[in-house]
């Protein structure tokens, strides 16, 4: 409904301003923003597509995209923030999340990050895993079962081009979380985490 499309480009470019205003870095630690989580409900009420994970709708699912906030933070920057007296030195440069489609009822999801430490330079941080689904064309289980790092620019050298250090996760250990698309369009995606974590994604483009 044209009522629906204003309102969900109203709260989307509200939402991109809050966003940018809180920075990179306070917008992926974790440290809720009350007035981003409000925005979000809302546009989850208005989700154009609720069944994100249905074979009409995987090509707008499928893709690059970059994690724009995390009302908990990620994995890696939780770790960040529990060490208080070295993470103000540290700059998240990009997060971001690739999906290609995988073999029926999976997708193939590379999780990355690049991060610049201090003295040691910048470190490209990833994740290689699987998204499986059923029926459920809304939640997917996601599972991880490899990690990698990489010195991209190590000590802020720009020219070395070190190869990443792959840790593969044995298949017991591995742990399967669920995972919700609460809103997908063309150009952001929503995700909620299994105990409700928001997590904010806009399309590279």
């Known amino acids: 409904m044209i009522g629906d499309e204003a309102t969900r480009l109203a709260l989307k470019t509200e939402l991109w301003q809050r966003v940018e205003a809180l920075g990179a870095n ?32 995987l090509p707008d699912l499928l893709g690059d995209w970059q994690l724009v906030y995390a009302s908990n933070g990620t994995v890696v920057t939780r770790a960040i923030a529990s060490m208080p007296n070295f993470w103000e030195g540290i700059q998240i440069k990009r997060v971001w999340q690739s999906l290609v489609p995988g073999t029926s009822g999976k997708i193939t999801a590379s999780n990355g990050a690049f991060i610049e430490l201090p003295l040691l330079g910048e470190w490209q941080l990833q994740a290689e895993g699987t998204w499986n689904f059923g029926e459920d064309e809304q939640i997917a289980k996601v599972t991880f079962g490899t990690f990698s790092i990489r010195a991209t620019k190590p000590f802020g050298a720009e020219n070395w081009n070190l190869p990443a250090l792959n840790i593969p996760v044995l298949e017991f250990l591995r742990k399967e979380a669920l995972w919700t698309t609460s809103y997908l369009d063309a150009e952001i995606r929503i995700g909620r985490g299994a105990t409700g974590n928001l997590f904010v994604f806009r399309r590279d483009r």
């Open 26 to 57: 306070q917008a992926l630690l974790p440290s809720p923003a009350q007035a981003i989580d409000q925005i979000v409900q809302k546009l989850e009420i208005l989700n154009p597509i609720p069944r994100p994970l249905s074979p009409n709708y």
